[in-house]
């Protein structure tokens, strides 16, 4: 099974990267309260995410939840993240940074869980680099070292635009807020247009409140034409 032989590896890797002690020893984030019961669950949900082609959704849950005894709250998180890993491992590894897509991963993943991520990005490349096909045996800590180091450059991008703490971002302009301002016909359009402009505020970390209420307007506007023809559409239906 490759993998399971590649998640093998990837637990190898990984904790030889834990052991080794403080990879980033960056001041903004703290090393120190790495959480490896989380970290370990993270590579499992992995695993059974790469094979999704061999299990059924029903045995991946049942698995998951023998395999660890977490609460579904703690087995969704780690499968947002997984959601976003790919998004976060190919920027790393490609080494091309998108604003909306990294931000929007961050999102996703949380500040909590960035060095999880890391790590895991590291051991993960290190892997598919050199193609094994047995269990790792020794470490070959050039080549380590050159993915550790665009980690910490993909870090740094992170730092310098102010993302690490992105998660935490709030809508310039609250759901409740929105009625008030715009002309909304239905509750419906509240989350698309919160979406959209929590979108737009990653995009454009500078954005102020009043352009955020003239691009508001402009996204009502497509989503009113949206909601008339499905309406329409409706009608006609019945």
Request: with cysteine; charged share 35%; aromatic share 10%.
């Amino acid at each position: 099974d490759t993998i399971f032989l590649k998640t093998a590896n990837l637990y190898i890797l990984s904790h030889y990267l834990l052991k080794k002690g403080k990879i980033f020893d960056n001041k903004e984030i703290n090393e120190k309260n790495f959480n490896k019961k989380d970290f370990c669950f993270l590579i499992l949900t992995l695993y059974f995410r790469d094979k999704k082609d061999h299990l059924s959704v029903s045995l991946n849950q049942k698995i998951l939840k023998s395999t660890y005894r977490a609460s579904k709250e703690h087995q969704l998180e780690n499968k947002n993240m997984c959601r976003k890993f790919d998004d976060l491992y190919n920027s790393i590894k490609e080494e091309k940074y998108d604003r909306f897509i990294i931000g929007k991963a961050l999102r996703r993943i949380s500040y909590k869980n960035i060095l999880h991520i890391l790590y895991v990005c590291i051991a993960y490349e290190y892997i598919e680099q050199l193609e094994l096909d047995s269990l790792i045996s020794e470490i070959d800590e050039n080549i380590l070292q050159k993915i550790i180091e665009k980690s910490k450059k993909f870090l740094n991008y992170v730092i310098n635009e102010d993302m690490l703490h992105i998660d935490k971002m709030k809508a310039l302009i609250r759901g409740k807020d929105l009625l008030e301002i715009l002309d909304i016909k239905t509750d419906k359009m509240i989350k698309p247009l919160l979406d959209y402009l929590l979108d737009e505020q990653i995009k454009k970390p500078k954005l102020e409140k009043e352009q955020a209420i003239e691009l508001l307007n402009k996204k009502l506007e497509e989503l009113n034409l949206k909601f008339n023809e499905q309406s329409k559409n409706e009608s006609e239906n019945k």
